[in-house]
């Protein structure tokens, strides 16, 4: 049992370049989030996707898509990566948006530098 | 949507307790606290989470004030691997399971 599986773990993009960031889990749980955390800051929701095939903003969407094609997978695009999207990207998953009680299973993240 | 308040930073002697208070004056009947700790640049990990009775596991206790007003988490026994900025989270209302993470509370325990 992984957990939460993020990949790469590390990327360096020239700026207006793409690329998708790889999440899985093995959890079979129905919520996946992705966030952001920036330098000496908390993490900050970009989308989630309360089930397959439903996505939703979160507080910082602008300039990411997502997909959830796959209920075990949830992938973050960034298509044409700029400079302030340097950051560390966090995935994560819980179980059910029903019950409250449910905490966050995260990955251990994706560092990705834009020069 | 209830927010959280926490110091910036705590020390703690090594064998000792550590306590780490939350205020959340504007938590709701129906919403719960979770406590979330993140070592050096790790995914976040879960800790506990209570409503409104106090809660313990395998690593740490949970004190809700009677008032829901704040809370405290207590390390009984930190030891250097505890150093990690811990974050309190009141989890908000709305369709699915948005978890505000604010700055937390960056623990330095000092052998």
């Known amino acids: 049992n992984a957990g939460v599986t993020q990949t790469p773990k590390f990327r360096v993009l020239k700026t207006g370049q793409s690329m998708t960031l790889l999440c899985a889990q093995d959890m079979n749980h129905e919520y996946m989030y992705w966030y952001r955390q920036d330098p000496g800051m908390g993490l900050r929701l970009i989308h989630y996707s309360v089930g397959e095939g439903t996505t939703a903003k979160g507080e910082v969407p602008d300039g990411y898509n997502v997909s959830r094609l796959k209920k075990q997978n949830f992938l973050l695009g960034l298509e044409s990566a700029a400079p302030s999207q340097t950051s560390v990207y966090f995935c994560?998953?819980?179980?059910?948006?029903?019950?409250?009680?449910?905490?966050?299973?995260f990955g251990n993240g994706t560092r990705l530098t834009v020069t | 949507d209830a927010k959280t308040t926490q110091p910036p930073s705590m020390d703690c002697a090594e064998g000792r307790a550590a306590n780490l208070p939350c205020n959340h004056s504007t938590i709701s009947g129906n919403e719960y606290v979770y406590w979330y700790r993140q070592i050096h640049s790790q995914g976040p990990q879960y800790i506990i989470h209570g409503l409104k009775n106090n809660e313990t596991n395998e690593m740490a206790s949970l004190i809700i004030t009677e008032d829901r007003k704040s809370s405290t988490l207590i390390l009984p026994h930190a030891t250097l691997r505890d150093t990690a900025v811990y974050y309190c989270?009141?989890?908000?209302?709305?369709?699915?399971?948005?978890?505000?993470f604010g700055p937390g509370t960056r623990l330095s325990v000092l052998p």
């Open positions: 994560a998953s819980s179980s059910t948006g029903t019950d409250r009680n449910s905490p966050l299973h």
């Open positions: 989270i009141v989890r908000v209302g709305g369709y699915g399971q948005n978890f505000v």
